[in-house]
C-alpha cells in the first residue's frame, strides 16, 4: 500500500510540474490570429436609450513575440469591412454604404502597433499604441491590454498567447460621422483574441 500511495505521490507531482511548465511561456516568433477563437466587437450610444453591440466576423492579423523584451513584440490585424454584423440584415446593409464604412471602396479596416508599455503595477497589463485606419482616415489610437496567457494550447499543444483589450476613439476622426453627434460619437472597442505560433 506505501509503494502504491508513493507512486501516486509521483504522479501527482509530476502532474503539478507538467502544469507550471506549460505557463511558463512561450518561444518568441511570428503568431497567427486564431479566428476561431478571437472576437472584435464595438458599441455606441444610440440617441441615448441604448448601446447596440456590433461585432465583424472575417479578420486576419499576426502578432510578432518576444518573450524575453515584450516591449518589441508588434501585432497587425486587417479586418474586412463588409463582414460588419450589426444583427440584422437591413441594419447591416446600411452600415456597408457609402454615407457609413463605404466597404465598396474601403474594403478593409487596418490596425498596426507602434509601441507596447507595459503598466507600472503588473507586467499582464499595459498600454497599446498603434495606427487605426478607417475609410482611408489614419489616426493614433491607444488600447489597454491585458495579458491573460502564454502557454501551449493543452489540445493541440501549439504555443499560444492570448490577451484582452479595450478602448475608445471617435468615430468622426475616421469620416464614419453619419447621424452624429445625435447617434453617439465615441466608439467603445472590445477585443478577445488568441495567437497560435505559425507552424
Given at each position: 500500500m506505501k509503494s502504491l500511495k508513493f507512486i501516486f505521490a509521483i504522479l501527482v507531482l509530476g502532474s503539478i510540474a507538467n502544469s507550471a511548465i506549460a505557463d511558463d511561456g512561450v518561444p518568441s516568433g511570428k503568431y497567427l490570429l486564431d479566428t476561431t477563437h478571437s472576437y472584435i466587437i464595438f458599441s455606441y450610444s444610440h440617441i441615448e436609450f441604448s448601446n447596440p453591440i456590433l461585432r465583424f466576423r472575417k479578420f486576419k492579423g499576426e502578432l510578432n513575440y518576444d518573450d524575453k523584451n515584450i516591449e518589441n513584440s508588434n501585432v497587425s490585424v486587417t479586418i474586412d469591412a463588409?463582414?460588419?454584423?450589426?444583427?440584422?440584415?437591413?441594419?447591416?446593409?446600411?452600415?456597408?454604404?457609402?454615407?457609413?464604412f463605404n466597404t465598396a471602396k474601403y474594403p478593409e479596416i487596418t490596425f498596426k502597433s507602434n509601441s507596447y508599455k507595459p503598466g507600472a503595477d503588473s507586467s499582464q497589463k499595459g498600454k497599446l499604441h498603434g495606427i487605426l485606419t478607417v475609410k482611408g482616415n489614419s489616426q493614433p489610437v491607444s488600447l489597454d491590454v491585458t495579458f491573460n496567457k502564454a502557454a501551449p494550447n493543452p489540445f493541440s499543444k501549439v504555443p499560444v498567447v492570448g490577451f484582452s483589450a479595450e478602448g475608445a476613439f471617435s468615430r468622426t476622426a475616421f469620416g464614419v460621422d453619419k447621424y452624429a453627434p445625435v447617434v453617439g460619437d465615441n466608439i467603445t472597442l472590445n477585443i478577445e483574441v488568441e495567437f497560435a505560433l505559425e507552424q
Open positions: 463588409a463582414t460588419i454584423d450589426g444583427g440584422f440584415d437591413k441594419f447591416n446593409e446600411d452600415l456597408r454604404a457609402e454615407d457609413l
